[in-house]
Nanobody, 123 residues
Framework: QVQLAESGGGSVQAGGSLRLSCAAS????????MGWFRQAPGKEREFVAR????????YYADSVKGRFTISRDNVKNTVYLQMNSLKPDDAAVYYC????????????????WGQGTQVTVSS
């Protein structure tokens, strides 16, 4: 089992930045791909970004490409999501996920989930 804990959410004005963190614990010795999703009120959870074990391969949703950066520190068992140029549409609960077994964009692909961290963006 793997436990994921997100942090770093908060309130920011449009155009601002936040960095989210996701700390993994438990069985962290496996080489796991990690990802971020988000869910706004009344909407389905949507894919944001994915990173492979080594950090050399990343993939982003078109809506965040060029503004968000996913990275990881395998020594700290932590994945990050740097979010710049935030827009009101980015406001959501952000979830960390681990161990995809299929296409990263589908929520059913991922084996492990965190509890989420709230991001609020004011205009």
């Amino acid at each position: 089992q793997v436990q994921l804990a997100e942090s770093g959410g908060g309130s920011v004005q449009a155009g601002g930045s936040l960095r989210l963190s996701c700390a993994a614990s438990g069985r962290t010795n496996s080489r796991r791909a990690m990802g971020w999703f988000r869910q706004a009120p009344g909407k389905e959870r949507e894919f944001v970004a994915r990173i492979n074990w080594s950090g050399g391969l990343t993939y982003y949703a078109d809506s965040v490409k060029g503004r968000f950066t996913i990275s990881r520190d395998n020594v700290k068992n932590t994945v990050y999501l740097q979010m710049n140029s935030l827009k009101p549409d980015d406001a959501a609960v952000y979830y960390c996920a681990a161990d995809p077994v299929g296409p990263a964009i589908f929520t059913t692909t991922w084996a492990y989930w965190g509890q989420g961290t709230q991001v609020t963006v004011s205009s």
